[in-house]
């Protein structure tokens, strides 16, 4: 069984699209994060969410939302999608909020024309 | 920042050599993590060092941490081709949402 599953693992879409991606995970986990690693594989927090509290880095557009059904899955829904979104995106989580070792789904790769 | 950055950007042995990798920091960590990750997959977790640590292993994986330098190295012995990946190191301040914070990377090349 895989712990942390995302779809789709590759999109193609055009410039002002919008698209989601979306992120389960069956380790009964609290908390949960998106990550960005771009082209160069630097990766950098998009967001941590955490019983209902969502902490957001100020330097992603606000194009970028994520939404949590439920503890386990938090979704990435992007807006206007621009040529800079293009990227591999990760979702990982964590069971204790503050320590231990994050697990990460595959990724999926995003690329806009 | 926090964001660990690690030393060389790329580094390649031969099969049965050492690899170490080096990877420094900004602030106070509650613990330091190493990841990998093979190409087109997911990172996985290696090792965790705590903050009150300063050697740890784990297989042939051996992570040291000298918070005075706010600097941490990893060092897998006896290398094998299938170590071929990047490493990367991760830091953890701590806190209620616990933000890993990650470095540039290591691009590990092993040749049989």
């Known amino acids: 069984d895989t712990a942390v599953s995302q779809t789709p693992k590759y999109l193609v879409t055009q410039m002002g699209n919008d698209k989601s991606i979306k992120c389960e995970q069956n380790?009964?986990?609290?908390?949960m994060y998106w990550y960005k690693q771009d082209s160069k594989k630097f990766l950098k927090i998009m967001f941590s969410?955490?019983?209902?509290?969502?902490?957001i880095n100020e330097t992603v557009p606000n194009r970028f939302s994520p939404k949590s059904p439920d503890k386990a899955h938090l979704n990435l829904h992007i807006n206007s999608l621009e040529l800079g979104d293009s990227a591999v995106y990760f979702c990982?989580?964590?069971?204790?909020?503050?320590?231990?070792?994050?697990?990460f789904g595959e990724g999926s790769r995003l690329t806009v024309l | 920042s926090q964001q660990g950055e690690e030393d060389p950007q790329a580094l390649s042995i031969q099969e049965g050599e050492n690899a170490t990798m080096n990877c420094s920091y900004k602030t106070s960590i509650n613990n330091l993590q190493w990841y990998r990750q093979n190409s087109g997959r997911g990172l996985v977790h290696l090792i965790l060092?705590?903050?009150?640590?300063r050697e740890k292993h784990s297989g042939r994986l051996r992570v040291t941490l000298d918070t005075s330098k706010k600097s941490s190295s990893l060092l897998i012995t006896a290398s094998r081709a299938a170590d071929t990946a990047s490493y990367f190191c991760a830091t953890d301040a701590g806190g209620s949402q616990g933000n890993l914070i990650f470095g540039k990377g290591t691009k590990l090349s092993v040749k049989p």
């Open positions: 380790l009964g986990h609290d908390t």
């Open positions: 060092i705590r903050s009150n640590e």
């Open positions: 969410y955490n019983n209902k509290e969502l902490i």
């Open positions: 990982a989580s964590r069971g204790l909020a503050g320590s231990g070792e994050l697990f």
